[in-house]
């Protein structure tokens, strides 16, 4: 009997991560994501989720909960990915964190942050393809693949200077301007 209740904890361990685990690695995500310390991280965690007992944050709470609501509307626009017309609490700490998007630098900065997603300081090709989404969705252009797919092309021939494919912060910043899809629509 012993050897069956073994196998069937083994079973267990595969299954997907409980909330505590899935806590930690959301803690240590956004710690890289956001400059934010643990400390900070959980008690915006504790905090968001008194607040929304369900976890997360509608459009409307969250506009309203922003000084410009223009940009709270873009932000929630690049964030809600799943289009779920709500926030999680990541979504709404990497949204929250954004604050005064002014100049194209500034704009190029927080998005190349946002779409960083292990935190690592590069961003490579399929990243970039999340990028022009997401600068669609901020400037509320209708997707269309096509469009879409020349949009990264041009980003990526923009700013992958060196062409290994491995884009670092400094040279997205520095080159996406240059990208006539990225200088139109943060030139504005």
């Known amino acids: 009997g012993k050897k069956g209740k073994k196998g069937k904890k083994k079973e267990k361990k595969t299954r997907p991560k409980n909330p505590e685990e899935e806590k930690k690695e959301l803690v240590s995500s956004l710690m890289a994501k956001c400059s934010m310390t643990e400390e900070e991280v959980l008690e915006a ?9 369900k976890g997360v944050i509608s459009k409307d709470e969250f506009i309203h909960s922003r000084k410009n609501s223009m940009i709270a509307e873009a932000l929630f626009r690049v964030f809600d990915e799943d289009k779920s017309g709500t926030l999680s ?3 709404f700490i990497q949204a ?10 500034e704009k190029l900065n927080w998005i190349f942050t946002a779409f960083d997603e292990d ?4 961003i490579d090709a399929d990243e970039i ?4 989404e997401g600068l669609f969705r901020l400037a509320g252009i209708e997707e269309n693949e096509d469009m879409l797919a020349s949009c990264v092309t041009d980003v990526r021939a923009a700013i992958d200077d060196d062409g290994d494919g491995d884009i670092s912060q400094e040279e997205f910043v520095k ?9 139109d629509l943060l030139g504005k």
Not at 45 to 53: P, S
Not at 175 to 183: D, L
């Open 45 to 53: 965690y504790d905090g968001f989720h008194e607040q929304n007992k």
């Open 89 to 91: 609490f990541d979504e």
């Open 96 to 105: 929250n964190r954004v604050t005064n998007l002014d100049t194209p630098e």
């Open 119 to 122: 935190g690592g300081g590069s």
């Open 129 to 132: 393809t999340d990028i022009v």
């Open 175 to 183: 080159n996406a301007m240059e990208s006539k899809f990225i200088s």
